[in-house]
């Protein structure tokens, strides 16, 4: 009895002196939280360059506006501890002084302000007329971007067959926003701009925090970086390494036959696992 007892008492006292919650506090640290924040990146095992038996370099295409892909899209402007992966590396290469690359090979660095002419959002001087003086002025205008205009992704990966583990595996190693948008009294339709490529490696410790929608439950938020590793998107293959200047699938099929064609490619790759086996 004197246990029940000590053990009420015990509970009253910590009731009394727990501090207040509001709801916005309740709110945030179960929708933003905080501990997300210091979450690390899974570190990938060692692979020895001597084990790996055969590899093939690809690129993938993701369509972002796609339902499977929408995390990596949603939301076009920050809200409730997420953004978009486009924002998410634009603000890593600005704040977190990454490097971007202005080709898939990650040779050639690209400065932000080069980002920003790619996206049409470096500033301008225009002819403007003084309404207090009336005369003709030059005004310097501020670009603006729009990040929403990027809906596509490429990955660029390379598919290898581990000798020690005797099993088909995969890395990724760039990533590269596509924005898609139209010019003003042009006719030309839907343009493609490859914006800029990053090395996968280097933004893991970004991606590994940044929160992205879960559909199934607002309590358990994943990561762009879970997203990527545990292959949560869709995406068909539009280049493979080849002779012909690694041409793209789209320089020699179209349709159907490049539907075909990126099929082909990645069967032939799956294939490898399975012929390291004798039945």
Not at 31 to 41: G, L, M, Q
Not at 137 to 153: A, N, P, S, W, Y
Not at 166 to 191: F, M, N, W
């Amino acid at each position: 009895m004197t246990k029940i007892l000590l053990a009420l008492l015990l509970l009253l006292v910590g009731t009394f002196f727990c501090p207040g919650q509001t709801s916005k506090t309740f709110f945030d640290s179960v929708i933003k939280n905080p501990d997300h924040d210091e979450k690390a990146p899974i570190v990938l095992p060692y692979v020895d360059p001597s084990d790996v038996i055969w590899a093939r370099t690809i690129i993938r295409e993701l369509v972002l506006r796609e339902k499977m892909n929408l995390p990596l899209y949603y939301p076009t402007r920050p809200m409730d501890g997420r953004m978009s992966l486009i924002d998410m590396l634009l603000k890593g290469i600005q704040k977190s002084f990454k490097t971007a690359y202005a080709d898939d090979e990650l040779q050639t660095p690209v400065s932000y302000d080069e980002i920003l002419s790619r996206f049409g959002g470096q500033s301008d001087t225009i002819t403007k007329r003084n309404t207090v003086t009336g005369e003709m002025e030059k005004v310097v205008v501020e670009g603006e971007i729009h990040t929403d205009e990027v809906k596509r992704l490429l990955i660029k990966e390379l598919w290898y067959v581990n000798r020690k583990t005797s099993r088909l595996e995969v890395r990724i190693i760039a990533l590269c926003p596509v924005r898609e948008y139209t010019k003003e009294d042009s006719y030309d339709g839907i343009l493609k701009s490859q914006l800029f490529w990053v090395d996968y490696g280097e933004f893991r410790d970004l991606l590994s925090k940044q929160k992205v929608f879960n559909s199934a439950n607002d309590a358990v938020r994943l990561s762009f970086d879970d997203i990527f590793l545990k292959r949560y998107f869709s995406s068909r293959i539009i280049q493979e390494s080849n002779v012909y200047d690694n041409r793209t699938i789209s320089s020699y099929a179209v349709g159907m036959d490049a539907v075909l064609e990126s099929d082909r490619i990645k069967n032939e790759i799956f294939n490898q696992e399975q012929d390291l086996w004798q039945y």
